[in-house]
């Protein structure tokens, strides 16, 4: 028997083991500078395939992936914003600037990006030591639920390694969902403490909702919610027992209110986006095909050629957690009751939330663009309740007499054996017949199944729960190693956007960097170089009608102070023939693209008397040498007049802008970047009143004289949502306050 004092100990050992294996699943950082992640695809882009050398890969634009074009430079954005210490809500550099707080999967108040907030750290590091935290912090929540749920260190452990090196994290660990995952196993241990009746569990479980909340990932949260409402009934009907049901929902409704409040302060601005931008986040990564159920035993990512869907990939709780399932049957009449209602509640849960990607997944996948659960999202709960039931599986075992023991034993080779010819046999054959490589999965399946058995049969002649558990917590690590291997990658520092002599041009230009289709994959503002396409795929509407009427003529892309511009010869020839005349050549690359200097371009800043006022923007009529569309404001239809000056004051911020105009007439003051509710302008320290110009553009009316306006981005969604969550925060903390002993 332990002693207190031995059982920390133990505890603290299992913790220390968990972060050894997180240091080993994003090896060699830090012992080496780089990333865990794939991102050499984008030495094949122009801009850094200079940086290539024999020994890295090259990808093409679509070949890149969300990292690299997406999350990155997101990581990169925020730590130029710490770096100048302000806050992160604007993102100049892409699309004529775009909102950066209120996108939500920028993840800026997420937990795991506190890295990016140690500017003393190199931007590599701190993204390598974000995935490192997301695996630590996994392993030991599932340890910590799995110990309050009465499972022996061992075995708790067993839980932690097998949630740390699931596919949702080990396989996405630079992705959203990845951060909203770590505390999932929390959601599980305070959900059933209001399953069994502790009426205090319902605020807990509002702040651990919170933390999902925060990774970013709302599809990830709205999932966690419909699956939290399914429990209640799953565990109701299991006991047969129907009432209290009430009382349970009533505790879920108030933590999901109190997850509302705790972070309004980050959904209330994503609202006010989700309404000024067009649905195109929400990419879709397939479906899950009954032809591919195998997974649940064979490692999906060893046996399809090319990367399976990601709810193909959330199947495959790991092969220790699948083999030991056959256990669970052998000594399930021996478990508790209340253990066997938990887990068996947790897993019909689990399997009717399989049915839903399995019989509606077209649906789920129908590219609507709204932040719903697609398929892998319905299986977040998959992984975690397979390890749940293999950990409680292998403890039961050890506490079986000589009787039981041998009982146990032949039902656990029989359901072995129905497992192995239904998922090895059977599955492999279905996907030799599909054509795809099923021979490694299939051994590695078979000795993973070897394992297994020898520890169980071994701990049956001499039982020890250290050997079956720590024996078991390494099949696991290793079978999840090479079971992920084709994911898990890492990219040196020098592959991770390397500073080319393409990008020095690029920033020695000192403009907007427009031209090239193939400019949308290029993800420059990871550098801090301002581009008119966006790669990260935020789309407000304005930004989209008038780049709309850009592709059809480029020339209106001089209204937006687009003075750089990258061309291929096939562009100058064909859209970009007739600026000819005002193109001047910087410089000609090795790939072929050209850099050329549209002398034409406006400034980003510019004083207009004249132009047409409408009730809403039309692109039809935006014309390079139209009058300017204004939405409010009174300006004559013609204007001869030279214009006064107008220069941007530095030092330049992303929230601010401050512009300086020389003596002028009335006019309109344009700065040609994107209009968005939360911009406000001041005139000489007075408000002013703010019009979208051209669609897109921010416009201030100035009377005569010489002024000074500045920009500034405050948007009410923000404070309005940073009180809401401050009072949710008070509120929490009432609530979960230790009660006061009594004398």
Excluded at 152 to 181: C, N, R, T
Aim: with cysteine; glycine share 10%.
């Amino acid at each position: 028997m332990l002693t207190p004092k031995h059982l920390r100990l133990e505890n603290w050992a299992c913790a220390a083991l968990l972060a050894a294996s997180a240091l080993l699943f994003v090896a060699p950082f830090p012992w080496r500078g780089g990333v865990p992640v794939e991102m050499d695809g984008l030495l094949g882009l122009a801009p850094w395939s200079e940086a290539r050398t024999p020994g890295t890969g090259a990808g093409s634009a679509g070949e890149i992936g969300v990292t690299a074009q997406r999350h990155y430079p997101w990581h990169a954005h925020l730590r130029r914003a710490v770096q100048s210490r302000e806050l992160p809500l604007w993102n100049p550099h892409e699309g004529f600037g775009a909102p950066f707080f209120a996108v939500w999967r920028t993840r800026v108040l997420s937990p795991f990006s506190l890295p990016f907030y140690l500017f003393f750290l190199p931007l590599t590091t701190a993204f390598s030591l974000s995935i490192l935290l997301k695996l630590m912090v996994a392993g030991w929540m599932a340890y910590y639920a799995a110990r309050r749920l009465a499972l022996a260190p061992p075995f708790a452990l067993l839980v932690g390694i097998a949630y740390q090196s699931g596919a949702p994290l080990l396989g996405l660990s630079a992705e959203p969902i990845a951060d909203a995952m770590p505390w999932f196993p929390l959601v599980l241990f305070w959900t059933q403490c209001l399953l069994v009746g502790s009426p205090g569990a319902w605020p807990r479980l509002g702040g651990v909702l919170a933390l999902i909340a925060l990774g970013g990932s709302p599809e990830t949260l709205t999932a966690v919610l419909l699956f939290l409402l399914v429990l209640p009934v799953a565990y109701r009907l299991r006991t047969r027992h129907i009432r209290s049901v009430t009382g349970v929902y009533a505790g879920l409704a108030g933590a999901t209110v109190l997850c509302l409040a705790l972070v309004a302060v980050q959904w209330l601005p994503y609202v006010e986006y989700r309404s000024e931008s067009l649905p195109t986040m929400a990419s879709s990564f397939g479906t899950l095909p009954a032809a591919d159920l195998s997974a649940f035993l064979l490692a999906p990512l060893r046996t399809h050629a090319d990367t399976p869907a990601r709810a193909v990939q959330f199947l495959h709780p790991g092969m220790v957690a699948a083999l030991l399932s056959s256990l669970w049957f052998a000594v399930r009449p021996h478990a508790g009751k209340r253990r066997r209602r938990l887990l068996e509640t947790l897993l019909a849960a689990s399997g009717l939330f399989l049915l839903i990607p399995l019989c509606i997944g077209r649906l789920l996948e129908s590219g609507h663009g709204l932040p719903l659960p697609r398929s892998e999202h319905f299986l977040v709960p998959w992984a975690l309740a397979w390890a749940f039931l293999a950990a409680a599986a292998a403890e039961e075992w050890i506490h079986l007499d000589a009787a039981g023991c041998k009982a146990a034993l032949r039902r656990f080779f029989m359901a072995l054996g129905v497992l192995l010819a239904v998922f090895v046999l059977a599955g492999g054959l279905s996907l030799r017949m599909r054509g795809m490589t099923a021979g490694p999965a299939v051994w590695a399946a078979l000795l993973c199944a070897l394992a297994v058995a020898a520890l169980v049969v071994a701990t049956a002649v001499r039982p020890s729960p250290k050997l079956l558990g720590y024996g078991l917590c390494l099949a696991v690590l290793l079978s999840g190693l090479w079971a992920l291997g084709p994911v898990r990658h890492f990219t040196p520092a020098a592959s991770v956007f390397p500073g080319t002599t393409f990008i020095a041009a690029l920033r020695e230009a000192e403009s907007r960097v427009a031209g090239s289709g193939a400019l949308k994959a290029w993800p420059l503002a990871a550098h801090g170089i301002p581009q008119v396409h966006n790669p990260a795929g935020i789309t407000l509407r304005r930004y989209r009608q008038f780049m709309d009427a850009a592709e059809g003529n480029p020339a209106i892309m001089r209204r937006g102070a687009a003075g750089a511009l990258l061309l291929t010869r096939q562009d100058i020839q064909g859209a970009y023939a007739a600026l000819r005349p005002t193109l001047n050549i910087q410089e000609v690359f090795p790939s072929g693209a050209i850099l050329l200097r549209d002398l034409a371009a406006k400034p980003r800043a510019r004083m207009i008397y004249a132009g047409r006022r409408v009730d809403r923007f039309n692109p039809d009529l935006l014309k390079m040498d139209g009058l300017p569309q204004i939405e409010g404001g009174q300006l004559p239809d013609k204007d001869g007049g030279p214009a006064a000056e107008a220069v941007i004051i530095p030092p330049e911020r992303s929230n601010r802008v401050a512009v300086r105009t020389g003596q002028t007439r009335p006019g309109v003051l344009v700065l040609a970047d994107a209009w968005y509710p939360g911009w406000r302008a001041t005139v000489d320290g007075e408000p002013a009143v703010m019009v979208p110009v051209d669609g897109l553009f921010r416009g201030v009316e100035v009377g005569e004289g010489a002024h000074e306006v500045v920009f500034e981005f405050r948007p009410l969604s923000v404070r309005a949502g940073f009180w809401i969550s401050l009072g949710g925060v008070v509120i929490l903390l009432v609530l979960t306050r230790p009660a006061r002993k009594r004398d």
